[in-house]
């Protein structure tokens, strides 16, 4: 998309982006000139922390955000359900999802429902995900679908 940066951090955790963003490492050296960002994080963390603890670093992020850019306006996607762990953390997953919908509420920022589309039958679905590592991460098909939600969000902004 025109004007789009995009940004990844493979096995970044929400601590390691915010100190990015904090630092001023990441290589959006144009930040103040954003309109929209969004956080796409989290994933990473289930498994190692509580939800309490994962909140909160969401809460930070959002707030280092904020300190680079005060006008910016921020959008959180939903955390993916993982089939790799999805029998013993996929509660998890619901519960901070939801927590997420009341603090973008709080905040004043849009929340990204990109959870569903990962679902099927109350399930992840699958094909979306890579086989090597057992479902930890998406596949080419799986980024498409993400990409298609952003898109979405974005063309209706």
Request: glycine share 6%.
């Amino acid at each position: 998309m025109k004007d789009t940066v995009v940004q990844s951090f493979s096995g970044a955790n929400l601590g390691y982006i915010k100190y990015v963003i904090d630092k001023e490492y990441i290589y959006l050296h144009e930040f103040d000139s954003f309109s929209h960002v969004i956080l796409h994080f989290g994933t990473n963390d289930i498994e190692k922390h509580s939800i309490e603890i994962i909140l909160c670093k969401f809460r930070n992020l959002i707030y280092s955000v904020r300190n680079r850019n005060r006008d910016i306006n921020i959008l959180i996607s939903s955390i993916l359900p993982r089939p790799v762990d999805f029998v013993q953390l996929g509660y998890k997953v619901v519960q901070i999802n939801k927590a997420l919908i009341g603090i973008c509420k709080d905040e004043k920022i849009s929340f990204i429902k990109s959870y569903r589309r990962f679902l099927f039958k109350g399930s992840p679905k699958r094909d979306l995900f890579a086989i090597k590592d057992g479902g930890l991460h998406l596949n080419e098909a799986g980024v498409a679908q993400l990409k298609m939600c952003f898109i979405h969000v974005i063309s209706h902004l």
